[in-house]
């Protein structure tokens, strides 16, 4: 259950925290993964850890904020790494602010990161995956997305248009067998949290239904459900895995 063997998988945001875990959970399962982010120090390290675990994975440096670029370094990729079949649209960033004050730089950065690049990143291998008759794909979004947040307007705007994106790409796909589903976690413990305060956090926990934060692991253990063959007729889903912050 749940393996992956002979499959290459893409997963974006790959250098820390949801990404990391992620990559590490599809390699573990056997999947060759191309871990990919901007600090390609970070992603070496990774992929020498999963090498030394008996698995395989590639770094690849790529931003998202330079969407031009992307279809480029996708297509240079050297056999057998070129026929990715499954994409994690993971990365993500925040510039949180009260809607009145946020500058159109904030709005841009985030919009730019979270939605156009996972766009071109998806458009990048959706024709290889064509070709396959074969691919899966998770967006990771955020509960956030779902039901909004004061101060994350940019934010949740992103998330909320990566449902839209993975559900019409849902319609357009099925037929080649391309599965594509998102993610949307709640509160999880990782560096783009550790900046919210203690008391933010203790009023957050409460709205939480199993009273405790997420860990990496329980969003990588839901990707590759996702990702796997047991969820082949699951497709065009948004799969909450917030502990029950958002019923
Ligand atoms: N933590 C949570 O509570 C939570 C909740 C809901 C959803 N999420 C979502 O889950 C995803 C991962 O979050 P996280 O908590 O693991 O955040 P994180 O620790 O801040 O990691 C973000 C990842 O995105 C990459 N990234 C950022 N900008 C990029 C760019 N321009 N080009 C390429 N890669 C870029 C970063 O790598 P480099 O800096 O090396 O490029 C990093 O690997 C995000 O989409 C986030 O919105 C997180």
Do not use: C, H
């Amino acid at each position: 259950m749940f393996r992956l063997d002979g499959k290459t998988a893409l997963v974006t945001g790959a250098s820390q925290g949801i990404g990391r875990a992620i990559a590490m959970r599809l390699a573990e399962r056997g999947a060759r993964v191309i871990v990919a982010a901007r600090n390609l120090a970070k992603l070496e390290a990774l992929a020498e850890e999963i090498g030394s675990a008996g698995g395989q994975a590639k770094p690849l440096s790529l931003d998202l904020t330079q969407p031009e670029a992307i279809s480029g370094q996708i297509e240079a990729l050297p056999e057998p790494w070129s026929e990715i079949g499954i994409l994690v649209n993971n990365a993500g960033v925040t510039r949180d602010g009260l809607f009145a004050r946020m500058s159109l730089e904030q709005w841009e950065e985030v919009l730019s990161t979270n939605l156009t690049g996972s766009f071109a990143v998806t458009r990048a291998l959706v024709r290889g995956m064509m070709r396959q008759r074969y691919g899966r794909v998770v967006f990771v979004s955020s509960v956030v997305g779902l039901m909004g947040n004061a101060g994350q307007a940019n934010y949740a705007a992103s998330k909320a248009g990566l449902v839209g994106l993975a559900k019409s790409l849902a319609r357009e796909l099925g037929s080649r067998n391309i599965n594509v589903n998102v993610l949307a976690p709640g509160f999880i413990e990782t560096a783009m949290t550790d900046e919210v305060g203690e008391r933010a956090k203790q009023q957050l926990s409460e709205t939480i239904v199993l009273r405790r934060f997420g860990t990496v692991d329980d969003i990588a253990a839901a990707a590759l459900f996702l990702v796997s063959d047991e969820a082949s007729y699951i497709t065009g889903q948004v799969l909450n895995v917030s502990g029950g912050m958002y019923i």
